[in-house]
């Protein structure tokens, strides 16, 4: 019989997994696992339980949103690689972009018995400065609307929380002009908004094309969103970002790449998987190959 960690966020997504939870702990002992329940007490409490108690634990299972997974994840990267179990993820948050990668069943239970008896398969990380993340770095334009939002806000108002707290933020849009440097040159000039991902979704809205993202080849990618010149140029651009068609000719560049250095001569507010990243005034952002593993859905 398996051991099996189970870290969640009681609060996460308007509590659902409450409500679920008796569902949830009968699928992980139908898998053969014997469950500890780790229920989360607030902001860093996961990245602790992950570095303190996983290397007990032959799996570990999480239920949360993106910042949930984010912790638990910079907790495993604390530890020695041999000490990382694998991780099977319950997506129970607002957005829960990562799940979007995962091909995960939509029901709970079901989600369950996968994170205790799927195959778990080796993803790569990214890095900025010292800090990780497992799914986007960004700046400009909004990324602080999801370290920004309350708990209390996102669960009353679910997905609309972040769209109204961006609208509140719109008069408030600034550019940064910077240089950016990846593994096929250098990119220069005001941007109104970037990220370094390695994921399908970014805010439910943007992304690369799922046929451009693998989880595991040792790239990153990265979106970035010229400052628009004129309507006309903001309505190509949105357009641009809608249908997932990045050309420099919109002001909306897509590209992939190992690393990143980003430098500006004023220092950048970053967001690591909706989680406040620091600000910098530069970044050095790289891939980290295949330090953990997650279990994925059949198709992936």
Partial sequence: ?????????????????????????NAFTRAGCLTTVYPTQGPGDAVKAAKELAPQYDRLAVCGGDGTLHEVVSGLMELPESARPPIGYIPAGTTNDYARNLNLPREMEAMAGLAASGEPRPV????????????????????DVAYNTSQEFKNMFGHLAYVLKGVAELSSLKGYGLQLEHDGGVI???????????????????????????LDDGLLEAVLVRVPRSVAQMNAM????????????TGVIGLHSSRFRITCQEPIPFTLDGEFGGEHTQADIAAVERPIRIVRGNGE
């Fill in 188 to 214: 220069e000039g005001d941007f109104l908004y970037g990220m370094v991902s390695n994921t399908i979704s970014v805010g439910g809205v943007i992304g690369l094309p799922r046929e451009e993202v693998a």
């Fill in 238 to 249: 949105i357009r641009s970002l809608a249908r997932q068609e990045y050309n420099e000719e």
């Fill in 1 to 25: 019989m398996e051991k099996l960690l189970f870290i969640y966020n009681p609060h996460a997504g308007k509590g659902r997994v409450r409500s679920k939870l008796a569902g949830v702990l």
């Fill in 124 to 143: 790569d990380l990214g890095r900025l400065g010292e800090r990780h993340f497992i799914y986007v770095a960004a700046f400009g334009a909004f990324t």
